[in-house]
């Protein structure tokens, strides 16, 4: 349940974390929402489960940040390292288009303020 609520979270997206029932597994699939909040857990048998997927909320979340403090994506897209691996994507595009990172209740990080620290 931890791992599913980590993962939506740093991913700023929802997560299914999908397990198998009877002699395979234990069953209790679950849904976690952008913010790593649980959605829908299932019980222990065979479960079909209909979620409504706000997409907005996907993007708000990415925009104001993880329940309003952390902002990975945009620390991602911001970072002075180099993910060589990520070059041909571009940081720029319109998944990471999510404005300004922001230091909550300070406005937008600026260049002096990350070398300043």
């Known amino acids: 349940m931890s791992i599913g609520r980590a993962t939506a979270g740093i991913n700023q997206s929802y997560f299914v974390d999908i397990n198998n029932t009877g002699k395979l597994g234990y069953g209790q699939s679950a849904v976690f929402g952008p913010e790593g909040n649980v959605i829908y857990q299932a019980g222990r048998g065979a479960e079909c489960i209909p979620v409504v997927l706000d997409l907005g909320l996907v993007r708000r979340t990415r925009e104001e940040g993880l329940m309003g403090l952390g902002q990975p994506l945009k620390s991602f897209r911001d970072s002075r390292i180099a993910y060589p691996q990520y070059d041909d994507l571009g940081r720029s595009r319109f998944a990471l288009d999510l404005g300004p990172l922001k230091h909550r ?7 002096n303020k990350l070398k300043s620290g």
């Open 105 to 111: 209740n300070k406005g937008p990080v600026t260049e």
